[in-house]
């Protein structure tokens, strides 16, 4: 199931990115060494979880999605402010 979650993440990833404006992004599979650059830019924040839990944070409910935002304090912020899923 994972595996076909994070297709996902590889297939498109600047579409699930498509509303971050200000920093870059990218995805780590959490207790992999697997990532996807969903957004280019600087400074850059790296959201990392199961890829269930990254899919719910991306489409909109990152109060249930069990991810870990990482990164310089501007591009966390800018990730916290991106209105994703909508």
């Known amino acids: 199931m994972d595996e076909a979650l994070w297709g996902n993440h590889t297939r498109a990833p600047w579409y699930l990115a ?29 959201i990392t979880g199961p890829p269930g839990e990254l899919l719910l944070y991306l489409f909109g409910r990152p109060s249930a999605a069990h991810v ?6 501007a591009a966390v912020e800018a990730v916290r402010r991106a209105r994703f899923g909508l």
Do not use: D, K, N
């Open 68 to 73: 870990e935002v990482t990164g310089p304090a």
């Open 18 to 46: 498509r509303r971050l404006r200000g920093a870059g992004l990218e995805l780590q599979w959490a207790g992999t060494t697997q990532t996807a650059r969903a957004r280019r830019g600087e400074p850059t924040a790296r």
